[in-house]
């Protein structure tokens, strides 16, 4: 070996060991890192999965407090619809009584079983001052002395029980209407 061999491989030596050295710190770090690296990978896995599982049960209990609202939003809902049939079945009783009862009434005046008639001012049917100093005798069933009655025509008879038909089958839609109104603003709000 020359010289120059012998001073190339005495330059090349330090080189080589401190490549080999450069090399395994290299290596050694890298596990080192890699190591670490993998230990919060898995911290972060574990913090992920803690909060996946939080975050489920969360969306869990939100879930149930839904249904369990809608639940009692349903069984509200159902308990006015039952009150609500039975007001609209008392309703339909009431007007059919009422129909039954004037469709009675038509009957007894159509068969001239029942009269209507008015009491009439005996003053307004005699000229003034002219009474002829006679009254009227009092019936058997009345305590108005003189009172002068005029039976109405069978046609303005049926015409005035259709007026009270009428007004009876208002009368009790506008109740029913206005039990109806009660129950919807008296149900109880859930917030």
Not at 20 to 48: C, E, P, R, S, T
Request: aromatic share 4%.
């Amino acid at each position: 070996m020359s010289a120059l061999g012998g001073r190339l491989i005495a330059l090349a030596a330090p080189m080589l060991v401190c490549a080999i050295g450069a090399w395994a710190a290299w290596v050694w770090q890298a596990n080192v890192y890699g190591a670490q690296l993998a230990g919060q990978a898995d911290d972060f896995g574990k913090q992920m999965a803690e909060r996946d599982r939080v975050y489920g049960r969360e969306r869990e209990e939100a879930a149930a407090a839904a249904l369990n609202q809608l639940e009692e939003q349903q069984e509200a809902r159902r308990a006015l619809e039952a009150r609500l049939q039975d007001q609209t079945k008392t309703h339909w009783k009431e007007m059919n009584d009422a129909q039954q009862a004037q469709a009675r009434l038509r009957d007894r005046l159509a068969t001239a079983d029942l009269r209507l008639s008015v009491l009439v001012d005996a003053g307004a049917l005699a000229p003034q001052g002219c009474d002829g100093g006679m009254r009227e005798a009092t019936g058997t069933g009345g305590v108005v002395h003189g009172a002068v009655r005029a039976q109405l025509d069978r046609a303005h008879t049926q015409r005035v029980v259709a007026i009270t038909d009428e007004g009876d089958r208002g009368l009790i839609a506008l109740e029913a209407c206005q039990g109806y109104v009660r129950e919807i603003n008296h149900r109880p709000q859930k917030h």
